[in-house]
């Protein structure tokens, strides 16, 4: 776990609202993130884009809408992937 917090401590702070959304709410699309956010949908792109370099989220297939994505924390617990996730 402190070694996940390392690697969000050196990342912008969109990149560390974005992680502590999803730690906080659970999975979600891109949409969504910046709804809850408010930030806008380019900067949490960006932000996704650096937290998933980092490998701390993961991406994974939206079922409601095959289009989009779903993102979740990739520290192991299935339980924040949400049920939609695959």
Do not use: C, F, W
């Not at 702070?13 to 949409?31: C, D, I, N, R, W």
């Not at 792109?45 to 990739?74: C, F, G, P, Q």
């Amino acid at each position: 776990m402190a070694d996940i917090e390392s690697a969000v401590a050196s990342l912008p702070p969109s990149a560390k609202l974005v992680y502590k959304t999803l730690q906080y709410e659970g999975a979600m699309t891109q949409a969504q993130l910046a709804d809850a956010s408010l930030l806008p949908q380019r900067t949490v792109r960006h932000a996704l884009k650096k937290l998933e370099s980092a490998d701390v989220v993961e991406e994974s297939v939206y079922l409601m809408d095959a289009r989009k994505s779903n993102y979740h924390l990739a520290d192991g617990d299935d339980s924040s992937a949400g049920p939609l996730a695959v």
